[in-house]
């Protein structure tokens, strides 16, 4: 069982920049890739980034490209995502959440993950 905690959520203006962490338990966590994702009020859980288990492969949507960056530093058990040039639309609950080797699903989607965060609120203001 893996455990995940977010953190660094917070109210900023639009052209801001907040750098969230994800702090996991356990001792397999170097082994998972690690994604982030997010979700809008009335709107379907997205995905946002991801990084593989060595940190060499990252991959974004296409929404964060080149404003937002996943890294990981797995002798803290820890992922995170620098956000920069924030805007409004960026406001959501994010959440990071944990791939397991086993896990064959669409590694964008929410099935590809198989532990979860309870999310950390980012509210951008324009």
């Known amino acids: 069982q893996v455990q995940l905690v977010e953190s660094g959520g917070g109210l900023v203006q639009a052209g801001g920049s907040l750098r969230l962490s994800c702090a996991a338990s356990?001792?397999?966590?170097?082994?998972?890739?690690m994604g982030w994702f997010r979700q809008a009020p009335g709107k379907e859980r997205e995905f946002v980034a991801r990084i593989s288990w060595s940190a060499s492969n990252t991959y974004y949507a296409d929404s964060v490209k080149g404003r937002f960056t996943i890294s990981r530093d797995n002798a803290k058990n820890t992922v995170y995502m620098q956000m920069n040039s924030l805007k409004p639309e960026d406001t959501a609950v994010y959440y990071c959440?944990?791939?397991?080797?086993?896990?064959?699903?669409?590694?964008?989607?929410?099935?590809?993950?198989?532990?979860w965060g309870q999310g950390t609120q980012v509210t951008v203001s324009s």
């Open positions: 356990g001792r397999t966590f170097s082994s998972y890739t």
């Open positions: 959440a944990a791939r397991t080797i086993s896990n064959r699903g669409p590694i964008a989607t929410t099935i590809g993950y198989d532990y």
